[in-house]
């Protein structure tokens, strides 16, 4: 069974750091493209970052509101995925959802397919 | 960036009716567009993917078409279950970019 399990979500101060794990079980996460979005309760979906899989060179994409704070790492060897928060903001607030993509037309496209159960990061004082 | 709109914002049905959901994109998106549902207090699931494609263990009762800009999800014969917010996503550029979401709700 394909699953993907988040953690490290938690409660942390503005300006402060934190780091998000995604455990994934069930497919070769090297053969996987994998995202990250997030949702403030209560509201809609936020696509936070992309990162490439090992043939394509583990190259990341990032929204612009994340971009030099947030990075998105992997370790496939371990079976993980990881998102690297830095310099939090109250906005940050939100359930962090990993999701893994499928390829399309060859490698022309990725949509997500499965999606983690989320963890919820408050950032607060 | 790509504005997704849905409408409508928010829909009420009775079980056993056919609704239908529509996105449009501010730019042609080929058919790069996806659906999810989300009932509440749980993760997205994905229904379809490429507008029509329907993603694997999702009942035939979902369908999705359209192409460039214009976009729907039908849903028919309405189960109880069916009740759940559905969004729309683009995935042709960066950055991917849902709509604001459409809540399904029972009559």
């Known amino acids: 069974e394909v699953q993907l399990v988040e953690s490290g979500g938690g409660l942390v101060q503005p300006g402060g750091s934190l780091r998000l794990s995604c455990a994934v079980s069930?497919?070769?996460?090297?053969?996987?493209?994998m995202d990250w979005v997030r949702q403030d309760p209560g509201k809609g979906l936020e696509w936070v970052g992309r990162?490439?899989?090992?043939?394509?060179?583990?190259?990341?994409e990032y929204a612009a509101s994340v971009k030099g704070r947030f990075t998105i790492s992997r370790d496939d060897s371990k079976n993980s995925l990881y998102l690297q928060m830095n310099s939090l903001k109250a906005d940050d607030t939100a359930v962090y959802y990993c999701?893994?993509?499928?390829?399309?037309?060859?490698?022309?496209?990725?949509?997500?397919?499965?999606w983690g159960q989320g963890t919820m990061v408050t950032v607060s004082s | 960036d790509i504005q997704m709109t849905q409408s409508p914002s928010s829909l009420s049905a009775s079980v056993g009716d056919r609704v239908t959901i529509t996105c449009r994109a501010s730019?042609?998106?080929?058919?790069?567009l996806a659906w999810f549902q989300q009932k509440p207090g749980k993760a997205p699931k994905s229904l379809i993917y490429?507008?029509?494609s329907l993603q694997s263990g999702v009942p035939s009762k979902f369908s999705g078409s359209g192409s460039g800009t214009d976009f729907t999800l039908t849903i028919s014969s309405l189960q109880p279950e069916d009740f759940a917010t559905y969004y729309c996503?683009?995935?042709?550029?960066?950055?991917?970019?849902f709509g604001q979401g459409t809540r399904l709700e029972i009559k």
């Open positions: 069930g497919f070769t996460l090297s053969d996987h493209y």
């Open positions: 999701v893994r993509d499928q390829t399309l037309y060859g490698g022309t496209a990725y949509a997500f397919d499965i």
């Open positions: 996503q683009q995935y042709r550029t960066y950055p991917l970019t």
């Open positions: 990162i490439r899989n090992k043939v394509n060179g583990d190259t990341t």
């Open positions: 490429s507008a029509s």
């Open positions: 730019q042609g998106i080929g058919n790069y």
